[in-house]
């Protein structure tokens, strides 16, 4: 499992999509606003329970964390820990992202940790059948699935099979496929 130390890290983990080449976004996941690439001291503000009453401000570079109260209750309940996912994603092809686990201690207002949770890519190969792999960091586990589009009268699909981990090579797509198929012959 991947672990990073700061959070600006995990958000830089990849920052362009391996396939088409443009830039990963932060999809909201929760958070309110998105990450400006252009301003590198704005701080991520992710909302509590999906509503803007209490929030959470993150300085990715120095992992402060700040809780903030927003309503008038000045019995503001701190307790506890708080994850969330980050999912950076492709916007231009959408077929590839990864998502990071948040874990934030409410009570002392700290990170606790930030995980690599997994990684998505979608690829087709030259006989037009779409491979789609998500690999689960967390739980050591991959997720695939194919569908092959050369014949429109005839698609063929896979249900989602779930092997133990395969990590993603996004030099080598083909590889991480050819290594998957060899491993669903022995499951």
């Not at 948040?102 to 190969?125: A, C, G, P, R, T």
Request: proline share 3%.
């Amino acid at each position: 499992m991947k672990k990073f130390d700061k959070l600006i890290d995990a958000i830089k983990f990849r920052t362009h999509c391996p396939l088409c080449n443009d830039d990963l976004y932060i999809k909201e996941n929760g958070l309110i606003g998105n990450y400006n690439k252009e301003n590198l001291s704005q701080k991520l503000t992710f909302s509590v329970f999906n509503t803007e009453e209490t929030v959470i401000v993150v300085n990715p570079f120095d992992n402060s964390v700040q809780v903030v109260n927003n309503t008038d209750d000045v019995k503001n309940n701190k307790l506890g820990t708080f994850g969330t996912p980050l999912t950076i994603q492709c916007n231009s092809c959408d077929m590839y992202s990864f998502t990071i686990q948040v874990w934030i201690d409410l009570s002392h207002q700290v990170m606790i940790d930030i995980i690599l949770n997994s990684e998505s890519i979608s690829w087709e190969d030259d006989k037009e059948t779409l491979h789609e792999v998500t690999s689960i960091y967390s739980t050591n586990k991959t997720k695939y699935s194919y569908f092959r589009t050369d014949d429109i009268d005839n698609i063929r699909y896979s249900n989602p099979i779930t092997i133990p981990l395969v990590p993603i090579d996004v030099n080598n797509l083909e590889g991480t496929v050819v290594r998957i198929q060899n491993l669903i012959v022995f499951s």
